[in-house]
């Protein structure tokens, strides 16, 4: 499998060209007409991770793989990628149709307590296609051609209705049944993953000072799944590319942007229940994750 598909590699590979200062744009947010995409676009979509969600509205015949899944659409689906599992796509004919938009976690962690990762579609083996009759591909379409009709706005407040776009397609989808036409192959290490995954999300959110966060290392985590700490190591790393410590790391720095924005909590409080013996602990963590201290970020 290739490496994690940054959005910089998107907008060079599918669009030839980088919006300026999409480095400092931490949670970055844009929507494409999809004929319009595919008439840039040449390249085909790599089986690969990618550091954005990405949600579809898809008109067409195609196979997704998408982790250990294969899911065949038709029709009208809409789709919602996790970037914590690689995918791509297989069309089956020469028609499609619809619209897409991207963005990173940070466009929503940095206005909302809960995380994205709660939500059904994006959590552990959730299942990603929901497939539209006619009247609701035009209602879901006609969400999309409102968030395109914003981004050429000057509306001060454009994203922030941007962002209820979004959840108003989410909670659209939670009515309906996900599609079923899944091919399972689960492997030993993919399950160990999520269960693991499943493991540290339980610890979250962090809803008052006295609840701290116990499950620190992949040590800990390996006692409570009762293997061999090299052995979760392996089965993640193969599973998703990056090490258990680094999940646990990438974990405790959104819960902790999250309590710095939405709590008055001082420094020591946040560090204590995110488990770290020192303030100081805290601030040398926060600051190799984010590159800024806690209190530059709450300011």
Same mark, same amino acid.
């Given at each position: 499998m290739s490496k994690?598909?940054?959005l910089?590699?998107f907008?060079?590979?599918k669009?030839?060209? *980088?919006?300026?200062?999409?480095s400092q744009?931490l949670?970055?947010f844009?929507?494409?007409?999809?004929e #319009?995409?595919?008439?840039v676009g040449?390249?085909?979509?790599?089986?690969a991770?990618?550091?954005y969600y990405?949600?579809?509205?898809?008109r067409?015949h195609?196979v997704y793989h998408y982790? #250990?899944? +294969?899911?065949?659409v038709?029709g009208t @689906? /809409?789709?919602?990628f996790?970037?914590?599992?690689?995918?791509?796509?297989?069309?089956? #004919?020469? *028609?499609? +149709?619809? =619209? =897409?938009c991207?963005?990173?976690?940070e466009f929503?962690s940095?206005?909302?307590?809960?995380?994205?990762?709660?939500l059904?579609?994006?959590a552990v083996?959730?299942?990603?296609a929901?497939?539209l009759n006619e009247?609701?591909?035009k209602? $879901?379409a006609?969400v999309f051609?409102?968030?395109?009709?914003e981004? %050429?706005s #000057?509306?001060?407040?454009?994203?922030?209705?941007?962002?209820?776009?979004?959840?108003?397609m989410?909670?659209?989808a939670l009515?309906? %049944?996900?599609?079923e036409?899944l091919y399972?192959?689960?492997d030993?290490n993919?399950r /160990? @993953?999520n $269960?693991?995954t499943?493991?540290?999300?339980?610890?979250?959110?962090?809803?008052s000072?006295?609840q701290?966060f116990?499950l620190r290392?992949?040590?800990d985590?390996?006692?409570?799944?009762n293997v061999? $700490?090299?052995h979760l190591?392996r089965?993640?790393?193969?599973s998703t590319?990056k090490?258990?410590?680094?999940?646990?790391a990438?974990?405790l720095?959104?819960?902790?942007k999250?309590?710095?924005k939405? @709590?008055d909590?001082?420094?020591?409080?946040?560090?204590?229940?995110?488990?770290?013996?020192?303030p100081?602990?805290?601030n040398?963590?926060?600051?190799k994750q984010t590159n800024? *201290?806690? @209190?530059?970020f709450?300011?």
């Amino acid at each position: 499998m290739s490496k994690t598909e940054t959005l910089e590699d998107f907008y060079r590979q599918k669009l030839n060209e *980088t919006p300026p200062n999409l480095s400092q744009d931490l949670g970055h947010f844009n929507a494409f007409r999809l004929e #319009d995409y595919h008439k840039v676009g040449k390249a085909p979509i790599q089986y690969a991770r990618r550091d954005y969600y990405k949600i579809s509205l898809i008109r067409g015949h195609f196979v997704y793989h998408y982790a #250990d899944k +294969s899911l065949e659409v038709e029709g009208t @689906t /809409l789709l919602f990628f996790n970037p914590q599992v690689p995918y791509t796509m297989q069309p089956l #004919d020469d *028609t499609r +149709s619809g =619209f =897409f938009c991207i963005f990173r976690e940070e466009f929503f962690s940095e206005y909302m307590r809960n995380n994205l990762r709660e939500l059904p579609m994006y959590a552990v083996g959730g299942k990603p296609a929901y497939p539209l009759n006619e009247t609701q591909d035009k209602n $879901v379409a006609q969400v999309f051609e409102k968030m395109l009709e914003e981004l %050429q706005s #000057d509306y001060r407040f454009k994203y922030d209705l941007i962002r209820n776009y979004i959840m108003e397609m989410v909670h659209y989808a939670l009515k309906m %049944q996900p599609s079923e036409r899944l091919y399972q192959n689960i492997d030993a290490n993919t399950r /160990l @993953t999520n $269960v693991f995954t499943e493991l540290l999300e339980r610890q979250f959110p962090i809803e008052s000072p006295s609840q701290k966060f116990s499950l620190r290392s992949a040590k800990d985590f390996a006692s409570q799944l009762n293997v061999h $700490v090299n052995h979760l190591n392996r089965a993640i790393k193969l599973s998703t590319g990056k090490t258990t410590t680094g999940h646990i790391a990438e974990r405790l720095a959104s819960e902790a942007k999250a309590l710095l924005k939405h @709590t008055d909590w001082n420094i020591s409080q946040i560090s204590y229940c995110l488990g770290f013996e020192e303030p100081a602990h805290f601030n040398h963590f926060f600051k190799k994750q984010t590159n800024l *201290t806690p @209190t530059a970020f709450r300011n």
